[in-house]
């Protein structure tokens, strides 16, 4: 079996493509073969189920520059050829941006059909289209008798692949080849074509090679002349959603009441305040929803009790009414009385089901997915409150993480087992409701956008677990500008980019992905920070002794020729007089 890879790209001399693939380890180089069309063959002994596939620039340097948006997939089951030819078009960033989540997944959302009756045929065409007005397909037609022969009424009909793109197939007679053809949009009421892309020459598809090989073109975005899609939508934080099913604080089923208005009101988007667990102190002071004590873990305090109410005797039922009532009449949040409210009923359901609830094929299959970061938080909140700090060099023997320690604490038979399956508990309590209000919202057509903190708290379950990626001495902030005059200083460590990029971001890969359970799109928090940071030594109070971070130094010699005066003893340290402490 054959993978025959094809692309376009004008090359500078000493530079070559390569394929990396799911396939092999090493980079497949590629030949040019006309100074601009690039080739490259991979022999395997069957056809895999799916290929992964990506096209880089290899420069004479040896450095990669890999195209633009996420790896190709290719599946390839029911094919029944000896070779398959990917006639593809390099991706550039942006020109695929109308693919992402929002469009492909709530917007334009297309159910997918299955692609293997499409692998039989000889030819098979993909575009990447998302944004498909209302009552209309895409659909490819041209000078095959397959594509209708130009007839606006006999196009070829396309369907949608479930990745933001369209595609379908045909087998056309040899005599037919080579084949104009052009995309259109198919109106599905009026039965013919109503709007072809806008490109004055015609697509060419050239022989498919007969019995023996099939030719599947990627044709990247079709060329419409549409309008771009426009929207509005709101920002809130979870805890402002108040209804009188809640306990004087939102929580995550209130999103669905939430989505209910925004489709009301026209809006298309709701964007969160992140919704990570913060809980460091035990107090107020938690609310602060940027400091999370856990990049994965969700937040207790969204916890909706209705669905615990089998649970509850007819008398805890009731305590719980009056307690719900006073808590809605308060004029703002009581933060820690909510909390203390979700912690006391959701023990007394644990008590009660979780025997059922950790037998259930659900809560195994997520806890198996979640271990690797649900054991150690489970055991970061056990030890917090041992201890009555999230501080954990104050834990003794458990100051350092310890794997071997954390299984040992969550073993069956251990004193605190209990105590940490009660985190586990309510953690998929939490999973299930705000994966329920996402769907939710996805079914109304809104886009739920989830909120990525640029930073970690320093007293947090993945600074104890992995200490090595943050750096603990200095904290991350802002420089004094228009809004403040000391620059700000949030407190959090500064991240270890070079040891982060030892493992491939598996940190990062995995923090967005478990985002991704929830949100069409996320807000990264203070995005330049991937870039540079503004960093502050761990003594220092105010943002004002920070420098970026990386940045480029300048020398004295350099100062001077630009007529400035450098004094390292005054310029490099606090420098107040009594004056300045007048003045303040």
């Known amino acids: 079996m054959t993978i025959i890879f094809q692309i376009d790209y004008a090359a500078q001399w000493g530079d070559e493509l390569v394929v ?164 259109a949009l198919y109106d599905l009421e009026q039965r013919r074509i109503v709007g072809y892309e806008q490109r004055a020459d015609n697509r060419t598809l050239p022989a498919a090679g007969g019995a023996k090989a099939a030719l599947w073109r990627d044709d990247g975005a079709p060329r419409f002349d549409l309008p771009l899609p426009r929207g509005a939508g709101v920002a809130i934080p979870v805890f402002a959603l108040r209804s009188e099913s809640g306990y004087g604080v939102g929580q995550f089923t209130d999103l669905k009441l939430l989505a209910d208005w925004a489709k009301l009101a026209g809006l298309s988007m709701i964007q969160l305040l992140p919704v990570n667990d913060t809980s460091a102190t035990a107090t107020w002071a938690d609310s602060y929803p940027y400091a999370g004590i856990s990049v994965f873990a969700l937040h207790p305090l969204y916890l909706d009790l209705a669905p615990l109410a089998a649970c509850l005797t007819a008398r805890q039922a009731e305590q719980l009414r009056r307690e719900q009532a006073e808590l809605n009449a308060l004029r703002e949040v009581d933060y820690e009385q909510a909390m203390r409210l979700k912690w006391k009923y959701a023990r007394i359901a644990y008590a009660k089901e979780k025997s059922a609830v950790f037998a259930s094929k659900e809560y195994q299959a997520f806890f198996a997915q979640r271990q690797e970061w649900l054991a150690p938080y489970a055991a970061f909140c056990y030890l917090r409150d041992q201890h009555g700090t999230a501080d954990f060099a104050a834990w003794g023997d458990y100051a350092t993480y310890s794997a071997a320690k954390v299984a040992a604490l969550a073993a069956p038979r251990a004193a605190a087992h209990d105590e940490l399956a009660l985190h586990y508990y309510v953690q998929f309590l939490l999973h299930r409701q705000l994966q329920e209000a996402t769907a939710y919202c996805r079914a109304r057509g809104i886009v739920l956008k989830g909120d990525i903190p640029i930073g970690i708290a320093r007293r947090s379950c993945d600074a104890w677990v992995a200490p090595h990626l943050y750096n603990m001495d200095a904290q991350a902030g802002a420089p004094p500008d228009a809004f403040s005059a000391t620059g700000q200083n949030w407190g959090f460590p500064t991240y270890s980019w070079e040891r982060m990029a030892a493992d491939g971001y598996r940190w990062w890969q995995q923090r967005l992905r478990a985002m991704a359970e929830y949100f069409d799109a996320f807000r990264i928090d203070h995005v330049l920070g991937f870039f540079r940071i503004w960093e502050i030594p761990l003594g220092a109070v105010e943002g004002l002794l920070g420098c970026f971070s990386p940045a480029l130094p300048l020398s004295v010699a350099e100062l001077g020729q630009r007529g400035a005066w450098f004094d390292a003893e005054r310029l490099c340290a606090p420098y107040l007089t009594p004056q300045v402490l007048r003045d303040a």
């Open 20 to 183: 990396r693939s799911s396939l092999q380890q090493e980079p497949l180089a590629m030949r040019c073969l006309d100074g601009r069309r690039w080739e490259a063959a991979l022999e395997v002994g069957a056809w895999p189920a799916a290929l992964y596939y990506k096209y880089a620039l290899r420069k004479a340097d040896g450095e990669l520059v890999y195209e633009a948006e996420a790896w190709r997939r290719l599946a390839l089951e029911g094919t029944p050829y000896p070779a398959v030819a990917l006639a593809d078009s390099w991706r550039v960033a942006g020109e695929r941006a109308l693919i992402a989540a929002p469009y492909t997944s709530v917007l334009f959302r297309q159910k997918a059909k299955g692609e293997g009756k499409l692998n039989q045929h000889a030819c098979k065409l993909t575009v990447a289209a998302s944004c498909i007005p209302q009552g209309c397909v895409l659909c490819a037609t041209g000078s095959a008798e397959a594509l209708g022969r130009w007839d606006r009424q006999r196009p070829l009909l396309m369907q949608p692949n479930g990745e933001g793109g369209w595609h379908t197939g045909f087998t056309p007679a040899a005599s037919q080849q080579p084949i104009c053809y052009k995309y």
